[in-house]
């Protein structure tokens, strides 16, 4: 389920592109601001940088959820949408736990949405608080 490996098929080559570009866009937003600040900080920065390099951006979404035939208002909602393909959930934390990666999971499940990456700025080198999951 996690990283594109155990049997999970990868995503296409324009989908890792928009992941690329989202990695990159967060990587300069941490070298220019460093670990400690809000999430709501780093989550406008990166929207910022990845409509600068072009890409649509969505913040704040919704995320449906449905039960039998209900539509379910229960608040989910992710932090950044990127080309309608790619989920970025922003925290800024002292450690990422199980819970946010199900967290993610979850709103790859209810959206359809194949990539997501969970990023944590609160860390040193943010290749440490990376992490890249397929659904």
Known sequence: MHDGHNGV???SPEVNQIGRAVMDAAFD?????GPGLLESVYEHCL????????????????????YRD???????????LVESKVIVEVKSIDALASIHT???????RFTQVRLGYLINFNTI????????LVL
Do not use: M, N
């Open 70 to 80: 209900e539509r379910l208002d229960v608040g989910f909602r992710l932090d950044l």
């Open 125 to 132: 080198r943010l290749k440490d608080g990376f992490r890249r």
């Open 29 to 33: 937003v941490h070298r220019e601001l």
């Open 47 to 66: 929207a910022s940088d990845l409509l600068k390099a072009g890409l649509s951006v969505e913040r704040q979404v919704a995320i449906p959820v449905s």
């Open 102 to 108: 199900q967290q993610i999971l979850t709103y790859l």
């Open 9 to 11: 098929e990868p995503v």
